[in-house]
């Protein structure tokens, strides 16, 4: 009896000393660190990074010049005005927290045109912009929290419809292609959720002097400048 009760005893201590010391082992042991883990649309720079897509719609207006070298003729231009709507496609890379590069393309459609205006001696000097038009460009910035503030310039592309409609046929001079230009110009854009985004741009393009003759190959030449103001909403995929 007195040899079961000592084995009795032994086990119970037994038991205690291994429970103290796995209670001890679990207490003394290193803590794995878990850290917090944002949702994957809140983490910074996020929102602004990759490939977007949008649409914008605005207004548009144009400086339109023409000149025959011819006596008594000299410069005309009109004031062309009208309305424009894009699609847009483009990718942003954070080169900081706060620094945002991009590249952005439009294409789209704009009705910007003038009433037939009279110049010297009964000419009449008719313009038209579009319907077609677009832009390539490159876009840099700064991040004030979730507002982007941003500059833009590259290249753009605009149907011209103009005619100088001489008072005889061999006076009349055209100028009616797809041309090609430069633009800059900048924009504030917000973040109104993780994905989506509006943006209000100002752009000027300018498509240079475009030189050629009359029926009657008289020099004439045309300049055509635009610019426009528009809203956009893009969305991040």
Same mark, same amino acid.
């Given at each position: ?38 949702? @994957? ?8 990074? #990759?490939?977007?897509? !949008?649409?914008?719609?605005? *207004? +548009?207006? %144009? ?67 579009? @319907? ?8 840099? #910035?700064?991040?004030? !929290?979730?507002?982007?503030? *941003? +500059?833009? %310039? ?77 809203? #956009? ?5």
């Amino acid at each position: 009896m007195r040899k079961l009760s000592a084995r009795g005893l032994f086990a119970g201590v037994g038991c205690c000393l291994l429970s103290v010391a796995s209670h001890a082992a679990d207490k003394w042991a290193p803590k794995e660190i878990i850290e917090p883990q944002l949702p @994957p649309d809140d983490r910074p720079g996020l929102m602004w990074s #990759g490939l977007y897509g !949008g649409l914008s719609a605005g *207004y +548009g207006w %144009g400086h339109p010049t023409q000149e025959y070298d011819r006596a008594n003729h000299g410069l005309s231009s009109t004031d062309p005005e009208g309305l424009l709507g894009a699609v847009t496609l483009g990718y942003n890379y954070m080169w900081s927290p706060s620094i945002l590069l991009g590249v952005e393309g439009d294409i789209g459609l704009m009705d910007i045109s003038a009433d037939d205006k009279i110049v010297y001696d009964g000419h009449v000097y008719r313009t038209s912009f579009g @319907p077609w038009w677009g832009t390539v460009r490159g876009r840099a #910035g700064f991040l004030f !929290g979730d507002t982007l503030i *941003y +500059g833009t %310039g590259g290249v753009a592309f605009m149907g011209v419809d103009e005619e100088s409609i001489g008072n005889t046929p061999g006076e009349t001079a055209y100028n009616k292609d797809f041309r090609s230009g430069w633009v800059v110009g900048g924009g504030v854009e917000h973040a109104v959720s993780p994905r989506t985004s509006v943006k209000f741009e100002y752009l000027h393009m300018d498509f240079g002097r475009y030189s050629g003759y009359s029926d009657n190959r008289e020099d004439f030449y045309f300049e055509n400048d635009i610019d426009l103001i528009r809203a #956009g909403l893009n969305y991040r995929f």
